[in-house]
C-alpha cells in the first residue's frame, strides 16, 4: 500500500519530467513552474477535499457515539466504524 509519503514523492517526480525540459528550453521561468506548482497543489487539495467528503451527510450527536456508526477518515476517506 502506498502511503502520503510515496505519492507526494511520485507527483514531485512527475512534476520534474514535465516542467524540467520546460525550464532547460526557455519556455518558463522556474518563478513561473512555482506559482503553476502552487496552483496545482492547490486544486489537489481542493478536489480532495470534494471528493472525499461527496456523499457523506451530516448526524445527531447520539447516533455518532454509536458504536456502529461508520466513519470517514478525512485524510484518506477510508469508512471504518468506531
Known amino acids: 500500500m502506498m502511503t502520503s509519503d510515496t505519492i507526494w514523492q511520485l507527483i514531485r517526480y512527475a512534476l520534474l ?4 525540459p520546460l525550464i532547460t528550453k526557455g519556455y518558463l521561468s522556474s518563478d513561473e513552474v512555482t ?3 502552487g496552483a496545482i497543489g492547490v486544486i ?9 467528503k ?5 448526524t445527531t450527536a447520539t447516533h455518532a457515539a454509536r458504536i ?4 470517514v ?9 468506531n
Open 68 to 71: 456502529d456508526t461508520p466513519v
Open 17 to 20: 519530467l514535465a516542467f524540467g
Open 44 to 52: 489537489f487539495t481542493a478536489g480532495w477535499g470534494v471528493w472525499v
Open 54 to 58: 461527496y456523499g457523506t451527510r451530516t
Open 73 to 81: 477518515d478525512p485524510a484518506t476517506g477510508k469508512v471504518s466504524t
Open 35 to 37: 506559482t503553476v506548482t
